[in-house]
C-alpha cells in the first residue's frame, strides 16, 4: 500500500493551468522534497491534496482510501496533517492553546459546551508533550504575540504532530529563518519518526537534501524529474529549470 | 487555595449591589430603567456570541428579538398561557434563527453583515406590513405579565427581579461557553478559519450553531422586553434596534464577558436617563462612542483594564525611580 497516490491530477484557474496531470507516489515512512521555482505550483498541490481547493479531474489516494471528494477537514481526521508557507495560528492565544486547539480538532470533545477547555488534563498535558518536542515546553504559556519566528515555526509543527498524523505535509519549514534556527527545525525533522510519511516543499537545498528519500521536481504545474537524490540533481532538466548554470 | 481573590470579591459585590438595587436605587423609575438595561445586555451578550466570540457582525438580531416577542405576544391574544406561549416563541425564535444562519453563512465579512442587515429587513416588513397578522404600526398590546410560581411580576420591583434571574442565567451561560472547547473552538474559526478546517473543524458547523444559540438568547431577550413594555410593535424589529445592540457590543468591548452589560448600560442610561435633561441626548452618545473608539477601540471593559494596567505600571516605575534617587535628592 503507499502512503500517498496522486494520479493525473490537473487544476486550473481560468485559463492558467497550475497542476497539470501530476503523478505522485509516496511510500509509507519516505520523506519526499517537492521542489521548483516560484509559481511551479508546488503549494497547490498541497492544497489539493488537503482539499482545500478541488482538482479538476485526477485522483488523491490517502494509504488506500480515495480522498479526491472528501472534506478538508474529514483528511485531517484520516491521518493528514499541515503547516504552511505562511505562519497560520492563533495570534490572540498562546502556544499552549494552539497546539491544544489542534489537538481539540480530532477529539469529539470539541463540540463540548460546558466543559472548562482549561480543564481537560489530558488534552492539554499531550499539547505540553507536544510543545516538549520542538522545544517550547518552558515558555508554553506565552502568548503567541511575545514569539519569535522561529518559534512559531516551531509552534506549527509542534501543531501537526500533535496530531500525530500518519502523512505530513510540511510547507517551506526553513522559510525565513535563521541559521541557528533552521539547524533546530531540522534536527526537529529528523526525529519525525518512520511511521509518519513526510512531504515537503522546501527551497534551502542545503538543509532539504539531508532530510530527503526521493525528489520530485515541478515545473509549471508538471512533474519534470523525479528520482533519488543523486538522480535529480544530476538530472540537467534540474540544472535548467532550478538549480541554475 | 485562597477563598477571597479580587475577582471573587469584585462578583460578590456586584451580586450583591444588584440583589440590592431596588433598595437604594430610588424609586420605580430607576428600578425600571435598570431592568431594561438588563433586558438589553441579554441581547447584547447574545450578540456578543457572534460579533466577540464568531467574528461574524450582525445586523439583523432584531428580527429574531421581534420575532419571540410577536410570537408570544400573538399567542397570548389567541388565549394561550404564558408558559405555553413563551416556549413556543423560543422554539419558533430557534427555528427562524436556523433558516438565519443557512442564508446568513454563504458569506463572511460584509457580505455576512449584508445578508443579516436583508433578513431583519424582511423581518422588519413582515412587522410592519403584514397588518392582518401583526397588527401593523399599531402593534400588539399584552395585558398581563406571567406569575410564575404565584409570584406576580406587575410590580417593578417584582419585574426587575425576574429580569436580573434571567439575566444572571444569560452571563453564567456566556461564561461557560466562552470557556468551553466549543468557544474555543468558534474563537478558533473566527481567527483563522482556513487553519481550522485543516485541523479538523466543521467551520460552517461551529458557526450554525454559534447563530442557533445567539439566536436562542435574542429571543429571551425579545420575551423580556414584551413583558417588560406589554406591547410590541414593529419599531422592534427595525435597524435601528440592531445598531443599537452592536453599538452596545463595541463600545463595551466584544469577545468579553462584561462588555456588552456596560455597553448596554451606557444606551440604556443615555436614551432614558441623559435625554431627560439633555434634549440632543444623541449628540452626547455619538460624542461618547468617538471617545471610547478613540482611546479604547477595544472597547469600554477592555480598555479601562489597559489604561489601569498601564496607569499602575507607571507608578511603580516612578515610585521605583524616586526610591533609587539617592537622599539629598529626595529631600525637598
Known amino acids: ?33 517537492i521542489i521548483g521555482p516560484n509559481g511551479a505550483g508546488k503549494t497547490t498541490l498541497f492544497n489539493l491534496i488537503t482539499g482545500e481547493i478541488a482538482p479538476d479531474s485526477g485522483s488523491i489516494v490517502l494509504f488506500g482510501r480515495d ?45 463540548n459546551v460546558l466543559a472548562d477547555l482549561d480543564g481537560q488534563t489530558d488534552l492539554v498535558d ?11 515546553e518552558h515558555i508554553a504559556e506565552r502568548p503567541l504575540a511575545q514569539t519569535s519566528y522561529g518559534e512559531r515555526r ?17 510547507d517551506e519549514p526553513f522559510a525565513g529563518l535563521s541559521i541557528d534556527e533552521r539547524r533546530d527545525v531540522q534536527k526537529l525533522l529528523q526525529a519525525i519518526p518512520r511511521a509518519v510519511t513526510v512531504v515537503m516543499i522546501e527551497h534551502n537545498m542545503d538543509v532539504a537534501l539531508e532530510l530527503a528519500d526521493r525528489i520530485t521536481l515541478l515545473h509549471f504545474g508538471e512533474v519534470v524529474v523525479e528520482g533519488t537524490r543523486a538522480e535529480v540533481v544530476a538530472d540537467p532538466r534540474t540544472r535548467e529549470v532550478y538549480l541554475g548554470g | 487555595m485562597r477563598v477571597l481573590t479580587p475577582q471573587r470579591t469584585a462578583i460578590a459585590l456586584a451580586l450583591l449591589a444588584l440583589l440590592s438595587l431596588p433598595y437604594w436605587v430610588g424609586g420605580t423609575y430607576y428600578i425600571n430603567i435598570a431592568s431594561q438595561i438588563l433586558l438589553w445586555a441579554v441581547l447584547a451578550l447574545a450578540l456578543n456570541v457572534l460579533v466577540g466570540y464568531a467574528g461574524l457582525t450582525s445586523l439583523g438580531h432584531a428580527g429574531l428579538f421581534a420575532v419571540s416577542g410577536y410570537t408570544a405576544a400573538l399567542l397570548l391574544g389567541a388565549g394561550y398561557g404564558h408558559l405555553a406561549a413563551c416556549l413556543a416563541a423560543l422554539v419558533v425564535t430557534v427555528a427562524v434563527s436556523k433558516v438565519f444562519a443557512v442564508l446568513s453563512l454563504r458569506a463572511t465579512g460584509i457580505g455576512f453583515l449584508m445578508i443579516t442587515l436583508a433578513i431583519g429587513q424582511i423581518l422588519w416588513g413582515i412587522a410592519y406590513r403584514w397588518a392582518s397578522l401583526t397588527n401593523g404600526d399599531n ?6 405579565r406571567p406569575a410564575p410560581f404565584g409570584l406576580g411580576l406587575s410590580a417593578a420591583p417584582a419585574f426587575y427581579y ?52 445567539s439566536g436562542f438568547w435574542s429571543g429571551v431577550a425579545g420575551l423580556l422586553f414584551l413583558y417588560y413594555n406589554q406591547f410590541i410593535s414593529p419599531q422592534v424589529s427595525a435597524l435601528t434596534t440592531s445598531a443599537e445592540a452592536l453599538l452596545m457590543v463595541i463600545s463595551g468591548g466584544s469577545a468579553t464577558l462584561l462588555g456588552p452589560i456596560f455597553g448596554a448600560a451606557i444606551v440604556v442610561i443615555m436614551k432614558n436617563v441623559v435625554s431627560a435633561y439633555i434634549e440632543r441626548w444623541n449628540l452626547v452618545l455619538g460624542l461618547i462612542f468617538i471617545l471610547i473608539i478613540s482611546f479604547m477601540p477595544e472597547g469600554l471593559v477592555p480598555g479601562s483594564v489597559r489604561l489601569w494596567r498601564a496607569g499602575r505600571q507607571w507608578l511603580r516605575a516612578r515610585a521605583n525611580g524616586w526610591a533609587a534617587r539617592p537622599a539629598r535628592e529626595r529631600s525637598p
Open chain 2, 162 to 213: 425576574a429580569t436580573l434571574v434571567v439575566f444572571l442565567a444569560a452571563v453564567v451561560t456566556m461564561a461557560v461557553f466562552a470557556r468551553s472547547p466549543f468557544g474555543a473552538s468558534l474563537a478558533g474559526t473566527r481567527d483563522q478559519p482556513r487553519r481550522m478546517t485543516a485541523l479538523g473543524y466543521n467551520v460552517w458547523l461551529i458557526r450554525y450553531l454559534a447563530i442557533v444559540f
Open chain 1, 67 to 111: 480522498i479526491t471528494r472528501a472534506a478538508c477537514r474529514r483528511r485531517a481526521h484520516l491521518g493528514l496533517a499541515r503547516t504552511y508557507q505562511i505562519i497560520t495560528l492563533f495570534p490572540h492565544d498562546t502556544i499552549l492553546r494552539n497546539v491544544t486547539l489542534a489537538l481539540l480538532g480530532l477529539s469529539p470533545l470539541r463540540w
Open chain 1, 1 to 33: 500500500m503507499t502512503a500517498l497516490a496522486v494520479k493525473a491530477l490537473d487544476k486550473s484557474f481560468g485559463g492558467l493551468r497550475v497542476t497539470a496531470n501530476v503523478d505522485l507516489i509516496v511510500a509509507p515512512g519516505e520523506r519526499r522534497l
Open chain 1, 154 to 170: 516551531r509552534v506549527e509543527i509542534a501543531m501537526a504532530l500533535a496530531q500525530e498524523p500518519k502523512l505530513l505535509l510540511l
Open chain 1, 126 to 136: 499531550r499539547a505540553r508533550r507536544a510543545l516538549a518536542k520542538v522545544g517550547l
Open chain 2, 139 to 144: 402593534g400588539i398590546n399584552v395585558s398581563t
